[in-house]
């Protein structure tokens, strides 16, 4: 048996829910995503800010999405969607569900260059805070950033997220010690981001 083969069965078994707003869609990242994943992870923005491996290959885009993925919902690690175009399926970026600990785990995204400034990320964080809550029945989730990434906090901090301290050191990028935000959200505050647009909130970086 090669080392491929166990991946290969793995993700004949994965069954990833499709969840979709009309506009954006959270579904399984398959293999005719390679080519805008790798695009993706090889933007600035995606090295700078994540834990992309650096000079993102096709090989690297054919490992995430045949092994990586379907190991982390088959293993329940990691809980990776691809965030679609509902319109025409095209591949804008992934979001995921990892380090699950008890009844709460941590949110991860990277949007490509050319679906951001529209919504689609934070359409694709309240479909994921949909799934959490109301299917996986979590308690809590959390979000990192790295310090400075304003653009990071302030999607958290749209789809509710409450800012809950900064860390010196906390998190390792690529073995370098990096300041971190931490924010919460909890399932009994979930609709905290449409009562703050309904008040007509305005996001300053003192907001949370």
């Known amino acids: 048996m090669t080392n491929l083969e ?9 069954t990833v829910p499709a969840l979709t707003d009309g506009v954006v869609s959270l579904r399984k990242i398959e293999a005719r995503d390679a080519k805008q994943l790798m ?6 923005e995606a090295v700078r800010w994540t834990t992309v491996p650096l000079n993102y290959s096709a090989a690297d885009a054919q490992k995430f999405i045949d092994e990586i993925c379907p190991q982390g ?17 095209r591949l804008m970026g992934t979001i995921d569900l990892h380090s699950f600990r008890a009844a709460t785990a941590d949110v991860g995204i990277n949007l490509g260059p050319a679906a951001r400034g529209g919504g689609a990320a ?18 809590y989730l959390y979000w990192h950033a790295y310090v ?6 302030k999607l958290a901090w ?14 390792d990028v690529r073995g370098v010690s990096s300041d971190a935000w931490i924010l919460s959200l909890a399932s009994v505050d979930k609709d905290r981001a449409s009562r703050a647009r309904e008040m007509g909130e305005v ?3 003192w907001s949370e």
């Open 39 to 44: 695009e993706n992870c090889l933007d600035p």
């Open 158 to 171: 749209k789809a509710g997220f409450q800012f809950d301290a900064q860390f010196p050191g906390f998190a």
């Open 6 to 14: 166990p991946s290969i069965a793995a993700a004949s078994l994965v």
């Open 73 to 89: 919902w088959v293993n329940g690690s990691t809980h990776t969607f691809a965030i679609a175009d509902a319109v025409d399926d």
């Open 122 to 139: 934070l359409r694709a964080v309240e479909l994921l805070l949909d799934y959490a809550f109301n299917r996986l029945n979590l308690a």
């Open 148 to 153: 400075p990434n304003w653009g990071s906090r």
């Open 203 to 205: 996001w300053t970086s």
